[in-house]
């Protein structure tokens, strides 16, 4: 039972490029989320699957997609990549567990933007 | 808008010390729930409670306590007698509840997060 997975653990981009992170789940979770971590702000939602179909926009979704590509798995795509979205991104599924929703943490993406 | 603040960026005491984190957070929900995570230097997020708005229980597990209490808005986790592997970041977190009739689907709002270091 591997959790949450993601892919890569680290990569380098430069300004412009674009790439997809990929984060898959094997709990059968309904919902799912990307957050990002930068120093001294904690981490910020950047969108949300509530269920397989359904994306929504979180605090900080400005420069990111999302594709929830079955019940699985969730990506985060950077079209074009800047140096304010060097971060740690991590993902994380849920499910609704005596009323509240219980989330489990990937192992983070460490992603530089030069 | 929830918010949840942590006020201490960084915390350092000596090893055996006891250690105490603020959280204080706003909702306006009345049904909502608060989580610590630990987050040591191997970078992973470690889920160490969650405390639902309608206990206000304290909770002890181990050498960690935590402290919730509504009127002061404010969960706070203590650590007695610190040990150099409880250095890490810790966040506090809260979600609106499921049934609030929001459409929250568990998103987590987090705190800046305290950096503990524990010197042996």
């Known amino acids: 039972n591997a959790g949450v997975t993601q892919t890569p653990k680290f990569q380098v981009l430069k300004t412009g490029q674009s790439m997809t992170l990929q984060c898959a789940q094997d709990?059968?979770?309904?919902?799912m989320y990307w957050y990002r971590q930068d120093p001294g702000m904690g981490l910020r939602l950047i969108y949300y699957?509530?269920?397989?179909?359904?994306?929504d926009k979180g605090e900080v979704p400005n420069g990111y997609n999302v594709s929830r590509l079955n019940k699985r798995e969730f990506s985060l795509r950077l079209e074009s990549a800047a140096p304010s979205q060097t971060s740690v991104y991590f993902c994380?599924?849920?499910?609704?567990?005596?009323?509240?929703?219980?989330?489990?943490f990937g192992p983070g993406t460490r992603l530089t933007v030069t | 808008a929830q918010k949840v603040t942590q006020a201490q960026t960084e915390i350092s005491v000596v090893e055996k010390e006891d250690v105490t984190l603020d959280c204080v957070y706003e909702?306006?929900?009345?049904?909502?729930?608060l989580f610590w995570y630990k987050q040591p230097p191997s970078g992973e997020l470690v889920f160490l409670i969650r405390?639902?708005?309608?206990?206000?229980q304290n909770e002890i597990s181990g050498r960690y306590s935590w402290n919730f209490q509504k009127s002061t808005s404010s969960f706070n986790f203590t650590i007695t007698a610190s040990q150099v592997v409880d250095s890490a970041v810790y966040f506090c977190?809260?979600?609106?509840?499921?049934?609030?009739?929001?459409?929250?689907?568990?998103?987590?709002?987090f705190g800046q997060g305290t950096i503990l270091t524990v010197h042996p």
């Open positions: 994380a599924s849920s499910e609704m567990w005596q009323g509240a929703y219980e989330q489990y």
């Open positions: 709990m059968n979770h309904n919902s």
């Open positions: 699957s509530a269920s397989e179909g359904t994306t």
């Open positions: 909702t306006r929900d009345t049904t909502y729930y």
């Open positions: 405390r639902n708005s309608f206990d206000e």
């Open positions: 977190a809260l979600s609106e509840g499921a049934n609030a009739g929001g459409t929250s689907y568990g998103k987590l709002t």
